[in-house]
């Protein structure tokens, strides 16, 4: 029964420092909505409440993609691709008319814009590490778990 505990232990431990090491690797940036944010590479994602929609297409009405602007109308019609992402925290609940990946929104409703930056290079060396992290701490966390704290057995030894 002692081992099953101390294995429990183990496997709870390994499963909390994956999931804290998967966290660590997210690259979050969050953006005050007046600020200019360039959307090359981006994916829109809608946050609001318990519901998040998706865009595959995003341009602004005014055909400036230097950035968005507060204020300015949102809508989809330039392709970007999906490795990146832009999160709009809404101010109040609305309503929304999705469709086919394509959506209208006036910015003076974004509370906030929280961007994901997808590095590859960056994202495989924070991968890395969270691996290497994870299995060290999971070996010492073994090694632990199966020690034998009792001591060495020594009633064969005169002295």
Not at 49 to 66: C, H, W
Not at 77 to 86: D, F, G, H, T, Y
Not at 98 to 113: A, E, H, K, Y
């Amino acid at each position: 029964m002692r081992l099953h505990k101390k294995l429990y232990r183990v496997v709870t431990w390994f499963l909390a420092c994956s999931f804290i090491g998967s966290c660590a690797v997210q690259n979050r940036v969050l953006v005050k909505p007046d600020a200019p944010m360039p959307l090359e590479g981006k994916v829109v994602v809608i946050h609001w409440m318990k519901y998040a929609y998706e865009l595959t297409d995003v341009s602004i009405d005014n055909s400036r993609l230097s950035g968005i602007r507060k204020g300015m109308p949102f809508s989809g019609k330039r392709k970007i691709p999906k490795k990146n992402s832009i999160h709009f925290f809404y101010k109040q609940n609305r309503e929304l008319t999705f469709i086919q990946g394509r959506l209208s929104i006036p910015m003076s409703d974004i509370d906030r814009v929280e961007y994901d930056q997808f590095d590859p290079g960056k994202s495989v060396a924070n991968s890395a590490i969270v691996v290497v992290v994870v299995t060290i701490v999971t070996v010492i966390a073994f090694a632990i778990a199966l020690a034998d704290f009792s001591g060495p057995n020594l009633s064969g030894i005169q002295f």
